[in-house]
């Protein structure tokens, strides 16, 4: 797939994925209208800004891979974002993004500081 930078990128998907979308064994991947799916799209939704329609699924795609407790990192590849601020508009949609700041916090199982230890200070 080419990006809007024209790089070109592979995202993996699931050979269920594929069946379901493939539509020919070479050339374009999607038999689809574009022009049929934004006027549909406009139908449901017609306060769309203009030239969004597509980019639509982009945003829909990251919201909930973030919402099934995706890797932000992960998603960063995905959406191919050249720094990691781009993608974290999304992080607060991930379910647990605080609990993670106590679940792995590295001092979840108590400070210890070795110059007020017993042994540092050589009193039983």
Do not use: W
């Not at 993996?12 to 379901?20: D, H, L, N």
């Not at 799209?41 to 919201?63: C, E, M, N, Y």
């Not at 106590?102 to 050589?122: A, Y």
């Amino acid at each position: 797939m080419a990006a809007k930078n024209s790089k070109k990128r592979t995202v993996p998907i699931t050979q269920e994925v594929e069946k379901t979308v493939r539509t020919v064994d070479e050339g374009r991947l999607f038999n689809v209208s574009y022009q049929s799916y934004r006027l549909h799209l406009r139908s449901v939704k017609p306060d769309i800004p203009k030239g969004q329609a597509v980019h639509i699924l982009r945003h829909t795609f990251a919201a909930h891979f973030m919402m099934n407790g995706g890797n932000i990192l992960t998603l960063q590849k995905i959406l191919d974002h050249a720094n990691i601020q781009q993608t974290m508009t999304y992080a607060h949609l991930a379910p647990d993004y605080l609990q993670d700041a106590t679940k792995l916090n590295p001092l979840r199982d108590g400070i210890h500081i070795p110059s007020t230890s017993e042994d540092f200070c050589g009193v039983p």
